[in-house]
């Protein structure tokens, strides 16, 4: 019997970076200002700028999101391995 892989372990600076990607991404999107002032707004009233609040901000959503969230994502992902999978195993049989 062949021993598994084992998986890769994911720990905290995987979840940050991908935190911050996300951050980057809805800070650029909209076009968010560099400064202080939606610290409160965002729920983070001593992050040091706009950008570490809307960080405070996503990872509090995706801790606390719920199925709604998680499935049509699961869904999707489900979607391109199926897809990635018969796409291999047509390579495999030309």
Not at 46 to 63: C, F, G, M, S
């Amino acid at each position: 019997m062949r021993n598994a892989t084992p998986l890769p372990v994911h720990n905290s600076t995987d979840k940050a970076d991908l935190y911050w990607q996300i951050t980057s991404a809805l800070h650029a999107a909209f076009n968010l200002p560099e400064g202080t002032g939606l610290r409160h707004a965002l729920g983070a009233p001593d992050a040091p700028n706009n950008k570490h609040a809307l960080y405070t901000w996503v990872e509090t959503q995706l801790i606390s999101a719920d199925a709604k969230v998680w499935t049509p994502v699961m869904n999707e992902l489900v979607t391109r391995l199926h897809d990635e999978l018969q796409r291999q195993e047509q390579l495999l049989w030309v």
